[in-house]
């Protein structure tokens, strides 16, 4: 037997996804990994616990996040060096996808620690199916600036040929749809994705106008927002 075979394996990051909004929609194999992991990381360990209770796992859990990550991530990498397992996860899709995930993939790759990105679910993917967009060529562009460098990327983004993809929070929807009909124009085709896989999911279609208008009629904007934009013709 080759000495090989007998030596521990060695420790791991898990990438994580976790629901978007059904605590249903998460694989046997992402389960089987936040079970048998030594610790999870979460990036809010409140809204982790309720789909980690829902569906039994009693793994010990530690907070990371964007506030945190530079002060969390070598104490995580310590534990990782001692041959303990880590397994990441945001509080719904998957990290590294706006939300934190890169800088700890990184420290591992430099420490030669194997990073390991499970499949799962994400908000951009069935947003974009059901846009009725073309969806074999696009751009995802995570969530707009909020100041600095913002009418630059819309400007950008005007000229962009594929099918553009952002996140937007309720609050800040209507603003962006604003912005984007002043540098898009009222009539490029769109649609805006809520709610994903909750009881109130719900695709709005048509123009950057229509689809501005239809929200505008709302008393309050709820849930997170997917926005899908036709690529300049």
């Not at 530079?70 to 719904?92: F, H, N, Q, W, Y």
């Not at 996808?97 to 620690?113: L, T």
């Not at 913002?150 to 005007?158: D, F, S, V």
Request: proline residues 8%; glycine residues 6%; contains cysteine.
């Amino acid at each position: 037997m080759p000495i090989s075979s007998l030596l521990p394996p060695p420790p791991m990051l898990y990438l994580v996804p976790t629901p978007i909004g059904n605590l249903d929609d998460i694989t046997l194999r992402a389960l089987r990994v936040l079970r048998e992991a030594d610790l999870i990381a979460c990036e809010d360990t409140r809204t982790s616990g309720r789909l980690l209770d829902h569906h039994d796992v009693d793994t010990p859990t530690t907070s990371y996040h964007e506030h945190n990550e530079r002060e969390k991530t070598p104490e995580l990498l310590t534990r990782m060096r001692v041959g303990r397992d880590v397994a990441l996860i945001s509080d719904a899709g998957s990290p590294g996808i706006s939300d934190p995930g890169f800088y700890i993939a990184r420290a591992c790759w430099e420490e030669d620690i194997e990073v390991q990105a499970l499949p799962g679910p994400t908000a951009l993917i069935p947003a974009l199916t059901a846009s009725a967009l073309p969806s074999d060529r696009f751009v995802f562009e995570g969530f707009l600036p909020k100041k600095q460098g913002r009418q630059t990327r819309l400007t950008t983004l005007a000229d962009e040929p594929r099918t553009v993809v952002l996140y937007e929070s309720p609050h800040r929807l209507l603003r962006t749809l604003e912005d984007l009909i002043e540098h898009f124009g009222a009539d490029r085709r769109a649609a805006v994705a809520r709610e994903l896989t909750k009881k109130y999911e719900e695709v709005e279609r048509g123009t950057l106008k229509e689809v501005r208008s239809y929200f505008g009629g709302y008393k309050k904007v709820r849930g997170e927002c997917v926005v899908v934009v036709d690529g300049a013709s």
